[in-house]
C-alpha cells in the first residue's frame, strides 16, 4: 500500500470517526488526488482553521476556483460549518477531508466526475 493510499485511509477514518460520515471512498480518493503534493506536506495537507488568510484560501482556491462556486457569504459559512463538524479542538483539520466535506455540501461531486 502506497502512502496516498495510507493517506486516503486516514482521512476515511476521520470522516467515519470525528465526523460522523460514511466516506463516498471513490470521492474521497479524486479529492485526495485533486490535492496535489500537498497532501505529502505537514503543513500543506492540514487546514489551519483559526488563520482567517487560510480560510479566504480555501474559499477562493477551493470553492471558487475548483468548484467553480461564486462568491457569496454562503462560503464561508460552509467552511466555518464544515470546521464546526470536524470538530474545532480536532488539531489537524486535514485538507482533503474539508474539502470532501465542502465537495458534498455543495452538491459538486461531478467536479470530479
Do not use: W
Not at 471513490?26 to 503534493?37: A, F, H, R, Y
Request: overall charge neutral; proline content about 3%.
Amino acid at each position: 500500500m502506497g502512502k496516498r493510499d495510507e493517506l486516503i485511509a486516514q482521512y476515511a477514518d476521520d470522516l467515519r470517526n470525528k465526523c460522523g460520515m460514511t466516506p463516498d471512498m471513490d470521492l474521497l480518493t479524486k479529492v485526495t488526488i485533486g490535492c496535489g503534493p500537498a497532501i505529502y506536506n505537514a503543513d500543506a495537507s492540514t487546514v489551519a482553521a483559526s488563520q482567517e488568510s487560510e480560510l479566504e484560501t480555501v474559499k477562493n482556491n477551493f470553492l471558487v476556483k475548483k468548484l467553480g462556486l461564486a462568491d457569496s457569504p454562503a462560503l464561508m459559512d460552509a467552511i466555518n460549518q464544515a470546521i464546526e463538524t470536524y470538530g474545532k479542538s480536532e488539531r489537524n483539520k486535514y485538507r482533503a477531508v474539508v474539502y470532501y466535506m465542502l465537495t458534498k455540501h455543495f452538491g459538486k461531486e461531478s467536479v470530479y466526475g
